[in-house]
């Protein structure tokens, strides 16, 4: 057209010269040059132009995508800042923060071997007791280089009477008041035995003072001191203290061989790190056997006050782990179905762009430019929105022995990666949602155009999702034949699967739920029905996108309670089933002294009494391979007296035989997992790391009420912390012996009498703050996202219905009959999720459940009413807010 519209005839441009005529196609090809190269820049800006224009056309739809991004974001982010803050957690420093370093045994106990096929592998444990030091190495720790004093310190807890009252308190040597510091403020130090000097808060609840007297109960009976002095100190926190003579308290701890940890005081002028070198070099590698010797500084020391303390943050990482994964898996399958929808719904506008001439990479490059630019707002918002809740789920799961940190920098990475993350999975959802439009010819795609509804799922989703179908179901049934963790683990990984696979065949499962509901619904709603069946048969991958977010939120929910319910329940009815004590006896938090059971025993109508020992052992075993360590709690208990307080149903054996400290009884489904039996004999670690073998007495099934192991109470009692019991079960020989036993028990103050429950006997509590705190994270936090994706996903895609309702109306249906099928099209896809949710998480329930409890999973009905009306009024509000609101009631309020 350039070489025409240059010259003024044909015939003349023809008959031209020949310089002529090149320099008119000289002159030719340089003027198309220039508006060949605006063409291309116009066609690199087309997508631009394209994705802002759609943007401003499309604002509702976009909107629900930006707010289940912006919730995804926030989600991530705060438990990335969660999870960060327990990896730094460390235990508070109290009682030694006066020492610049402190000598402890090392908590963790290691295991290694080679699983098939590879490199030997180590796992590892905090023991749930502490370890002690050889009394030895106070004195190497004294004579290293650039120590100016090291103090052995043991702590044991007391009782404090006096004329104001009796509190608890932790009995400490003087020489230790260093450490901390303590400093006198009235009164001199304790010089002998029956001198005693009390901290200020000790002596203000017992109305002590200088001169006065106290009773003083460790482990015996009560004993009688004279105050010779009260301490003071300017550092809070801790437990109140009470300072003896160090050879008196050395007596009263209990084991003189050794000691808690040693506090060390460097020299004038000695850094912390030289200090350090020093210990490390004068002292051994190891000490009492294989433990390690640990020298810690700063804010590790806090780790020998509190030796457990790490062992619960190990417990709890796996847990919230599982649940960030779970979060991660949510929040990228709600960005992908809330993006997927809304690039479907605008398949007719693609298609038409497609036939007009745009070509198939301007179609995917504007689609993605408009998701990046809403999901990149929505993922800083997002970010930026995940510090408050990542601090309001980090204040659920502080504990007093294990605050969590939040170092400046942490929430600004938590909520930068999630924002990153979010922004980084939405551009490629999009354009992988826009490429079966974007892919057809011209041709094909005006005609796809005149009818953009897709088609079925391809071949490649549709056998994605029914090999995770499949997978799930095996793995719920591989489920069935495993025990404790492997099979809760097993159970997890098919809930996973079977959630993915109803994303994936979620326009197949829809065609299944409208042909059993879309009956009930004709009969049900009259013309209105009669719509809401044809549109719901005609629309499968839109009904099957409606559903997938409300099975994911009833899933996930049912399985998260309904597991904790199941074990909940399972181990009541054990633990009441194997009660036979009708009276127990309960005393401080640090437990019993020594001698209340003899006491009791020999109370008038008392026909059996047993202490009851409580601590943890650590099994070494191997699960599909690997090493593993897992940690049991255990109770030791007396065996003469047991058969009249506690019946844990022996399979095999006799309790009887539970005495010394090689014996032990087992669990039998967990006998059945290690392959002993009766005379076998089982390794395992006591609570201070001590490795035994233990010979197997009996058998028992209520494992789940009184755990997986049973051992003598002597076996225990050189192992603990505290060698005491925490309760002593009674049995009355005409069920009246409560008077008789206070009155045996007068002399020991602070312990009480009442009934016996199953909460006595039960070897772990029926619930604990962290166990709630869990529970608000994993079912509110997440359970509320999902709901929001409910209600953002059924919104966008009554906002893509706007044509559809103008056409109903144009047709001749009334507002009210739009609106009623509106109603019975939501409670098709509101009961068809919660049907197929439940059924999803029934699968791995049952077989989690008779794996572990022999018996059908249990959910509380009241929790899946709550959890059906919660799913029921988010997808109203989704599915009919945009037809009752300003814009929806334009379209359903007047006629087309």
């Known amino acids: 057209m350039s070489r025409k519209s240059g010259s003024p005839s044909g015939s003349g441009s023809a008959s031209e010269g020949g310089s002529g005529s090149g320099s008119a196609n000289k002159g030719g090809r340089e003027g198309v040059a220039r508006p060949g190269s605006d063409v291309r820049a116009g066609v690199r800006r087309a997508p631009a132009f394209l994705a802002r224009r759609s943007l401003k056309a499309h604002r509702r739809a976009w909107g629900a995508v930006f707010t289940a991004t912006t919730a995804a974001a926030a989600l991530i982010g705060a438990f990335a800042l969660v999870v960060g803050s327990l990896l730094l957690a460390q235990p508070p420093v109290e009682r030694y923060a006066g020492a610049d370093a402190v000598v402890a045994a090392d908590q963790r106990v290691a295991y290694t071997a080679k699983p098939w096929g590879s490199e030997p592998q180590t796992a590892t444990a905090y023991l749930p007791e502490r370890v002690r030091l050889d009394r030895s190495l106070v004195a190497e720790a004294a004579a290293a280089h650039g120590v100016a004093k090291a103090v052995a310190d043991d702590s044991v807890p007391v009782t404090v009477g006096g004329d104001g009252g009796a509190t608890a308190g932790a009995g400490r040597s003087w020489a230790a008041a260093a450490l901390t510091p303590y400093r006198l403020a009235e009164g001199r130090a304790p010089r002998i035995a029956t001198e005693v000097v009390l901290d200020g808060s000790v002596a203000a609840a017992t109305g002590s003072r200088v001169g006065g007297h106290v009773t003083l109960q460790a482990d015996g009976a009560p004993r009688r001191y004279t105050v010779s002095g009260v301490a003071g100190t300017g550092h809070r926190g801790g437990s109140p203290a009470v300072f003896l003579t160090e050879r008196h308290l050395t007596a009263l701890a209990g084991h003189p061989g050794t000691v808690d940890a040693i506090g060390v005081l460097a020299e004038e002028g000695v850094s912390t790190d030289a200090l350090r070198a020093s210990l490390e070099k004068a002292l051994p590698d190891r000490a009492r056997g294989d433990r390690d010797v640990r020298v810690l500084t700063g804010q590790e020391r806090g780790q020998a006050e509190h030796p457990d303390a790490l062992g619960a943050r190990g417990e709890l990482l796996p847990l919230l782990a599982s649940i960030t994964g779970t979060v991660f898996m949510v929040a990228l399958l709600v960005i992908a179905?809330?993006?997927?929808?809304?690039?479907?719904?605008?398949?007719?506008e693609l298609a038409l762009?497609?036939?007009?001439?745009?070509?198939?990479?301007?179609?995917?490059?504007?689609?993605?430019?408009?998701?990046?630019?809403?999901?990149?707002?929505?993922?800083?918002?997002?970010?930026?929105?995940a510090v408050p809740l990542g601090l309001l789920m980090r204040s659920l799961l502080t504990t007093d022995?294990?605050?969590?940190?939040?170092?400046?920098?942490?929430?600004?990475?938590a909520s930068a990666a999630a924002a990153v993350l979010v922004a980084l999975a939405a551009r490629p959802v999009a354009v992988l949602a826009a490429r079966g439009v974007t892919g057809l010819r011209p041709a094909a795609a005006l005609g796809a155009a005149?009818?953009?509804?897709?088609?079925?799922?391809?071949?490649?989703?549709?056998?994605?999702?029914?090999v995770l179908a499949m997978g799930g179901v095996s793995a719920a049934g591989a489920a069935?034949?495993?025990?404790?963790?492997?099979?809760?683990?097993?159970?997890?990984?098919?809930?996973?699967?079977l959630i993915i696979a109803v994303a994936l065949l979620g326009p197949w499962i829809a065609r299944v739920a409208t042909r059993v509901l879309g009956t009930p619904v004709r009969r049900a709603g009259g013309v209105s029905g009669f719509l809401a069946a044809r549109s719901a048969a005609a629309h499968h991958r839109r009904l099957g996108a409606a559903i997938t977010p409300i099975v994911l939120v009833v899933a996930f929910v049912c399985v998260q309670l309904a597991a904790g319910s199941t074990l909940e329940r399972a181990a009541d009815r054990q633990a009441a089933a194997a009660l036979r004590a009708d009276l127990v006896v309960t005393g401080p938090a640090a437990g019993l002294p020594a001698g209340t059971a003899r006491a009791v025993r020999e109370a008038p109508g008392v026909k059996a009494a047993t202490g009851v020992l409580r601590s943890g052992v650590v099994l070494a075993h191997r699960e599909m391979g690997d090493p593993k360590l897992d940690r049991f709690p255990v109770l030791g208990v007396t065996a003469d007296q047991l058969s009249g307080t506690l019946d844990p149903r022996v399979t095999a054996g006799d309790p009887a035989d539970l005495t010394g400290r090689g014996t032990v009884a087992v669990g039998e489904d967990r006998a059945?997992?290690?392959?002993?039996?009766?005379?076998?004999?089982?390794?395992?670690?006591?609570?201070?790391?001590t490795e035994v073998r233990l010979r197997v007495v009996a058998l028992y099934e209520r494992a789940l009420g009184l755990g997986e192991f049973?051992?003598?109470?002597?076996?225990?009692?050189?192992?603990?912390?505290?060698?005491?019991?925490?309760?002593?079960l009674v049995r009355s020989a005409d069920g009246g012996a409560a008077p008789a036993v206070r009155r045996a028990l007068a002399a020991y103050p602070g312990v009480r009498v009442r009934p016996a429950t199953a909460d006595d006997v039960r070897i772990a509590p029926p619930s604990s703050d962290r166990d709630n705190a869990m529970v608000i994270i994993g079912v509110g936090v997440i359970g509320g996202f999902a709901l929001l994706a409910v209600v953002s996903t059924l919104s966008l895609i009554t906002v893509g219905r706007r044509p559809e309702f103008r056409l109903l109306r144009t047709v001749g249906a009334g507002r009210r009959q739009v609106r009623r099928m509106l109603v019975l099209e939501t409670g098709l896809v509101a009961v068809a999720g919660l049907a197929i949710g439940t059924l999803v998480a029934a699968v791995p329930l049952l077989a989690f459940a008779l794996s572990v409890t022999g018996s059908v999973p249990y959910l509380p009905p009241a929790r899946y009413g709550m959890l059906a009306l919660a799913v029921t009024v988010a997808a109203g509000a989704g599915a009919l807010g945009p037809g009752?609101?300003?814009?929806?009631?334009s379209v359903l309020g007047r006629r087309a």
């Open 450 to 466: 005149r009818a953009p509804e897709p088609g079925e799922p391809g071949r490649v989703r549709t056998a994605a999702g029914a």
């Open 672 to 689: 059945s997992d290690l392959g002993v039996g009766i005379g076998d004999s089982v390794e395992l670690r006591l609570g201070d790391g």
């Open 337 to 348: 179905t809330t993006i997927s929808q809304a690039v479907h719904q605008r398949a007719g």
């Open 353 to 385: 762009l497609r036939a007009v001439g745009a070509t198939p990479r301007q179609l995917r490059s504007a689609v993605g430019r408009e998701v990046s630019r809403v999901a990149g707002a929505a993922a800083v918002l997002g970010g930026v929105a």
């Open 884 to 889: 009752w609101s300003g814009g929806g009631r």
């Open 480 to 497: 069935t034949a495993q025990g404790g963790q492997a099979a809760a683990v097993a159970a997890s990984g098919a809930a996973t699967s």
């Open 710 to 728: 049973m051992l003598p109470r002597e076996a225990l009692a050189g192992h603990v912390s505290v060698p005491r019991d925490q309760r002593i």
């Open 401 to 413: 022995p294990l605050p969590l940190p939040v170092p400046v920098w942490l929430p600004f990475a």
